[in-house]
């Protein structure tokens, strides 16, 4: 039974490091700052960066469910005063924003059924550290070495599997956008996601790596009477 609640807050935590570190990066207003420098998205929409800065604020209040719509936002763009997204942007936010929800409630869920399965492991008086050090170790080891391999195919064409991505999650077209007329391809252009994606990619690699070798130094260093009592 030890071994089922174990894995089971190993994958738990596992959902967390996964889902975490694509919130983080998405709501990480200095990555924004940087990637629009470092790709001139202000001369490519024709905007103030402090006007652009603030119609990303007000975009990913939207996807934290801080504001109802983004219909009503209005920017100065090459000069004029005009709504800053269009009819189809709107449409695919909505389907994005469904996306985040999920997310957090991944996130939300996996964090407090950990927190219910470890009390559940004090209650029957396991060996606590022993056994999450062991699950916890294999599960993410395993994860990492599948996540190298599809890192691996998507680096080789990252459109096409950003393409992929997208007829996976969406079941319409409204992700399809023209950058002659949407501002928001040109806000997050491909590189953009590409940046991200590396962003994402290392949180989770580190806070994997943390937690695996924190777990072999305790597996290795522990009281060898322990796992006698295991």
Known sequence: MRWVMGYSIALCLLLIIVSQSIIFPTFF??????????????????????ELM????????????????????????????????SEIEIKHMVDVLHLYDIAFMIRNVAFFLMLGLIFGMVLFKYKILFVLS?????????????????????????ERAFDIFHRIFFNNDYWILDPRV???????PIYFFTHISIFIAALILASSLIIIIAATLYLRYMPRTWFNQS
């Open 29 to 50: 207003m200095p990555f924004y700052r940087w990637q629009y420098q470092r790709l001139d998205v202000a001369d490519t929409v024709q905007m103030e960066t402090d």
């Open 54 to 85: 603030r119609v990303t604020v007000e975009l990913l209040d939207y996807m934290r469910n801080r504001r109802d719509s983004i219909a009503d936002i209005r920017a100065v763009v090459a000069g004029e005063e005009r709504w800053f997204f």
């Open 134 to 158: 062991r699950c916890c170790r294999e599960v993410l080891a395993g994860f990492l070495l599948l996540a190298a391999l599809l890192a691996v195919v998507i680096a080789i064409n990252f």
């Open 182 to 188: 949407d501002l928001l391809i040109n806000m997050v």
